[in-house]
Nanobody, 127 residues
Framework: QVQLVESGGGLVQAGGSLRLSCAAS????????VAWFRRTPGKEREFVAA????????YYADSVKGRSTISRDNAKNMLYLRMNSVKPEDTAVYYC????????????????????WGQGTQVTVSS
């Protein structure tokens, strides 16, 4: 089991920045590819960014590429997402997730590949 708890959500003005954090506990965090997803009402869960278990490979959705950075601190069991130049369309509940298989990045952009999920943190971007 991997337990995940997100923090850092809230109200942000368009054009500003946000930084989300995800604290992990349980099984060895450093063995798992982890990611951020987001969901808005009436829509499917959307991939945002992922980082491989070793931290050497990152993946980004086109919608956030170039203005977002995913990072992890395996010593602290922490995952982060920094997003700049936020837009109203970034408004969503953001979830961190850990892949179902350790030491793998297969399906890193696919929600179904993730077994462990946090409860989510609301981000609202005001225009």
């Amino acid at each position: 089991q991997v337990q995940l708890v997100e923090s850092g959500g809230g109200l942000v003005q368009a054009g500003g920045s946000l930084r989300l954090s995800c604290a992990a506990s349980g099984r060895t965090f450093s063995s798992y590819t982890v990611a951020w997803f987001r969901r808005t009402p009436g829509k499917e869960r959307e991939f945002v960014a992922a980082i491989s278990y070793g931290g050497t490979i990152t993946y980004y959705a086109d919608s956030v590429k170039g203005r977002s950075t995913i990072s992890r601190d395996n010593a602290k069991n922490m995952l982060y997402l920094r997003m700049n130049s936020v837009k109203p369309e970034d408004t969503a509940v953001y979830y961190c997730a850990a892949l179902g298989l350790p030491r793998s990045s297969v399906g890193a952009q696919t929600p179904g590949a993730y077994l462990y999920w946090g409860q989510g943190t609301q981000v609202t971007v005001s225009s």
